[in-house]
């Protein structure tokens, strides 16, 4: 349980490192990260699992994004809930899959994945999980050939003595 032994962070300081871990994949195909933080959100939990959820929907966003476009990893504060937003200008996802992309294994149609991309159809069910256990909510909006935005909201950590 992560809230049971977690700790006190910040997420900026943890999507930036996602964003560090992603950069070289970007550049490599010409995606600009955008990444803006409008204000302080600290939760507690397992920073780890944090990172390589965030990681995970950055790095999905890449791989379903034509070369040269951008993704755009957002953090704001909204009624106690810190929200990070990970937004590309993909190929979407068909709304008949909306549903089921968070179950594990699940795939969209496999004709329509560009770029040799291959998985296991485990990543989103694991940052389904990851934010889950952290009390939080994972939602998604789709257009088909406009792009996509996955929503993380984390409860914020009000404890400051807890930050050490």
Same mark, same amino acid.
């Given at each position: 349980?992560?809230?049971?032994?977690?700790?006190?962070?910040?997420?900026?300081?943890?999507?930036?490192?996602?964003?560090?871990?992603?950069?070289?994949?970007?550049?490599?195909?010409?995606?600009?990260?955008?990444? #803006?933080? $409008?204000?302080? +959100?600290?939760?507690?939990?397992? =920073? %780890?699992? &944090?990172?390589?959820?965030?990681?995970? /929907?950055?790095?999905?966003?890449?791989?379903?994004?034509?070369?040269?476009?951008?993704?755009?990893?957002?953090?704001?504060?909204?009624?106690?809930?810190?929200?990070?937003?990970?937004?590309?200008?993909?190929?979407?996802?068909?709304?008949?899959?909306?549903?089921?992309?968070? #179950?594990? $294994?699940?795939? +969209?149609?496999?004709?329509?994945? =560009? %770029?040799? &991309?291959?998985?296991?159809?485990?990543? /989103?069910?694991?940052?389904?999980?990851?934010?889950?256990?952290?009390?939080?909510?994972?939602?998604?909006?789709?257009?088909?050939?406009?792009?996509?935005?996955?929503?993380?909201?984390?409860?914020?950590?009000?404890?400051?003595?807890?930050?050490?």
């Amino acid at each position: 349980d992560p809230l049971k032994n977690g700790k006190s962070f910040d997420l900026a300081e943890v999507i930036s490192e996602a964003v560090d871990q992603s950069r070289l994949h970007a550049e490599k195909r010409q995606i600009v990260l955008a990444y #803006e933080s $409008f204000e302080e +959100a600290r939760i507690n939990g397992d =920073r %780890n699992q &944090v990172t390589m959820a965030v990681q995970n /929907l950055i790095e999905n966003a890449i791989n379903y994004s034509p070369d040269k476009t951008r993704v755009a990893i957002t953090l704001k504060n909204n009624d106690g809930l810190a929200e990070i937003s990970v937004s590309d200008q993909g190929i979407g996802i068909p709304e008949k899959d909306l549903e089921r992309i968070f #179950e594990r $294994f699940y795939r +969209a149609d496999p004709a329509r994945v =560009r %770029n040799g &991309v291959e998985g296991t159809g485990l990543g /989103l069910s694991i940052v389904k999980h990851i934010v889950s256990k952290h009390g939080g909510e994972i939602s998604v909006w789709s257009a088909e050939n406009v792009g996509s935005t996955f929503s993380i909201r984390l409860p914020i950590h009000a404890h400051k003595e807890d930050e050490k």
